[in-house]
């Protein structure tokens, strides 16, 4: 059994940054986990990918994030990072982490697993 929590959502003006992070508990192997990234999703709209890191440290990032945010982890922690900078309004959205087995950080499918969401909401 997995599970994500993560922590660092909250307001923020336009042009700030926030420091987003998941801890991801394995009951079992840590192994079957190598894959971590987080989504966003908004009312209404599909949850979309904006980062994705796996656990020999290859990133994948939405065209919309490139540049101002950047995905770290620590494996000892089993703990993946969202830095975001230069926030946008377009950027407010409910966050969740993921993770899942796969080692191809490129692969579209769905994670298995899911953390409850953080809210970010960046003001204008």
């Known amino acids: 059994q997995v599970q994500l929590v993560e922590s660092g959502g909250g307001l923020v003006q336009a042009g700030g940054s926030l420091r987003l992070s998941c801890a991801c508990a394995?009951?079992?192997?840590?192994?079957?986990?190598?894959?971590m990234g987080w989504y966003r999703q908004t009312p209404g709209n599909q949850r979309e990918l904006v980062a994705a890191?796996?656990?020999?440290?290859?990133?994948n990032y939405a065209d919309s994030v490139k540049g101002r945010f950047f995905i770290s982890r620590d494996n000892a922690k089993n703990t993946v990072y969202l830095q975001m900078n230069s926030l946008k309004p377009g950027d407010t959205a409910v966050y969740y982490c993921s993770a899942d087995p796969k080692t191809d950080v490129y692969d579209s499918s769905w994670p298995r697993y899911w953390g409850q969401g953080t809210q970010v909401t960046v003001s204008s």
């Open positions: 394995v009951s079992g192997s840590i192994f079957s986990i190598n894959t």
């Open positions: 890191i796996t656990r020999a440290g290859t990133r």
